[in-house]
């Protein structure tokens, strides 16, 4: 089964070139041409990524950011599309892990903050992929909310928990669409909350992702 994360990093190339440099993303002020420095620094840049989940060395990855942003868009296109020969990228499950999730939610960043955005119909496979992906990634994601969650796969009807407790609010929904609400995006379509009204507004509310 092809890998999504590899298919996903080519398909956000593309759409990175149709939309341009300048575009707007859904990742806070970030334009396309910053969202792609973010990618190239955390691909393959062992000063500037530790700071991307470390605070105190985060200057260091705006600087490498900012050092990266410069370059000639394409070219920038280019790195990201064919990570560094040293990249975690260049191994298949090493990539699957970190970048099934991650490429995923940038793509969906540039695609849905354009007007009339419209949800994409992944392949089965894919979505299996995803699913299998926030299945574990959900059990943080969830955790600022303070309420039991599960999710249930619409089409499918499978299930899985990510917090346990009494009483927990059952996301119902396809697994990008859920993926997508759990990485704090609003712009997300078809999703059903179900269960006690309090815990539904508190996992709402939350501010969900990383």
Not at 177 to 192: C, P, W
């Amino acid at each position: 089964m092809p890998s999504l994360a590899r298919s996903e990093r080519q398909r956000l190339c593309d759409t990175a070139l149709v939309v341009g440099p300048d575009a707007p993303t859904l990742s806070g002020e970030w334009t396309v041409r910053d969202l792609l420095a973010h990618l190239v620094v955390r691909d393959s840049d062992p000063v500037g990524a530790p700071g991307i989940v470390l605070p105190p060395l985060a200057f260091l990855t705006e600087r490498r950011m900012h050092n990266v942003a410069l370059a000639d868009f394409a070219h920038l296109v280019g790195r990201v599309r064919r990570p560094a020969p040293w990249a975690p990228a260049r191994m298949p499950q090493l990539d699957k892990a970190l970048n099934t999730l991650e490429f995923f939610v940038h793509h969906e960043d540039i695609r849905r903050a354009r007007p009339g955005w419209t949800q994409r119909g992944l392949p089965v496979g894919e979505q299996k992929q995803l699913w299998k992906a926030i299945g574990y990634a959900g059990r943080g994601l969830v955790r600022p909310s303070g309420v039991p969650v599960a999710i249930r796969w619409e089409e499918t009807g499978v299930e899985t928990t990510l917090r346990r407790g009494e009483k927990p609010v059952m996301l119902t929904g396809d697994p990008g669409e859920i993926t997508l609400f759990l990485f704090g995006r609003d712009q997300v379509s078809g999703l059903a909350f179900d269960g006690p009204a309090p815990h539904v507004t508190r996992l709402r509310q939350a501010a969900l992702g990383l």
